[in-house]
Structure formats: C-alpha cells, structure tokens
C-alpha cells in the first residue's frame, strides 16, 4: 500500500498552488509513490481550493489559530505518513519533523526565515548579486523543524542569476526549476532514500551525488 500524503500549500486568494497540482499529477504518473489524500490551506475559496475540486483531491480550510494541537488534529485525521509543505507560509509546530518536509525557493541558511518567501527571497538574492556576494539562487528542499527553514536541507540545486534578471525573472526559473524536482526528490523521502532522525543534523542521510537525478532542460 503507497503511504498516505498530505501537503499544505498556501496559495492566494485567487491563484497559487501549482506545487500542489505538480505533486498531484507526480503521484498519479507514477513519479511520486504516495496516495495524495489531502491538501489544506488557509485560504477557504482561493487557488488551492480551485485545483484541489479540479483534480478531486480532498480539501481542508486551516483558518488561524494554526497550533500545535491543531496541526496534530489535521494529521491524524487524514492518518497522513508525510506531510509537504509547498508554499505553505504559516509557521509549523507539532508534526513529525522527521516526516514533514519544505520546499524553499532560495539558498538556505542565508536567504530563510520568517520573512523570506516568494518575491521576498528572490529581492534578497538579487541584492546579493548586485553586490558580487553570489552568483546563484537555488532551490532547496529540507525537512521541517518548528523555526521557519531551520531544519537540515536534503537537497539544493542552483539556478544561475542573469544579469538583467528582476525578481519577476529569476522567481519564474526558481519556480520552473522547483516543478522539476519537486517530485523526485520528494519521492527520495517517501522511500525511505533520504531521512533524518529528527534531533541530530549529523544524522541526515542523503544519495550519494543524488544519482540518477533527473537532467533539467
């Protein structure tokens, strides 16, 4: 039996949750090995809302207060094995962290934090450039602790920064690049191919040179 999955994706009130969607249609071509049998938002009516009836996945509106009993609740309700965070921009307490994983669109540690996602991350990065300190943005994946994107990253993959590029630019190829992998890699940790124990970062096991990663175009 595919373990159960569920992923909490912020979305808009109108737009939002393609990682959802890319999660969804991973797991129905066979790229992701998981039953997708929920997704939550809280957003009541928005994007998420719209692709979650689309696509026939259950939806689930996660309005404040977002607690640790609630998350729990959640969870247990849908009896989930993994949990993904794909655009999900409320802080997490109280999940498994060794079964709670995030995609982040930009270099971790530097460019994380309580205020660093979408258009804000790519800002920074450009900053960044502009002042010769980096020459690449990334996309990273890491398992989830209850600090905003402080948990040990399990994958990174850069994405090169052009000189004209704006926020607007560079987020489009973080987010194209993010589509990609997304679902590989999290197919990795539903495996059981990259896991952590939880508490000790030295812990964290990953593939070695991530062998047979997909070539992106």
Known sequence: MKPKFIIFASG?????GSGFENLVIASRDGRLNANIVAVISNHESGGVRQIADKLHVPFCHFPA???KERYQAIVDQFSADFVALSG???LVSGLDPKT????????????GGPSMYGRHVHEAVLDCYKRELIQYSAVSMHFVTEEY??????FSFPVKII?????????ERVH???LFFQPFISNLVVEGKIYWDGEDNESLC???NYQYLPKLQ
């Open 65 to 67: 207060s977002w607690t």
């Open 163 to 171: 000189a004209s590029d704006t926020a607007q630019t560079l987020g």
């Open 12 to 16: 808009t009130k109108t737009g939002g």
């Open 176 to 178: 194209d690049t993010e």
């Open 88 to 90: 999900w921009l409320k």
């Open 149 to 154: 994107d402080e948990g040990p990253v399990f």
């Open 100 to 111: 709670t994983f995030n995609i982040h669109p930009g270099p971790l540690p530097c460019f």
């Open 206 to 208: 990953v593939p070695s």
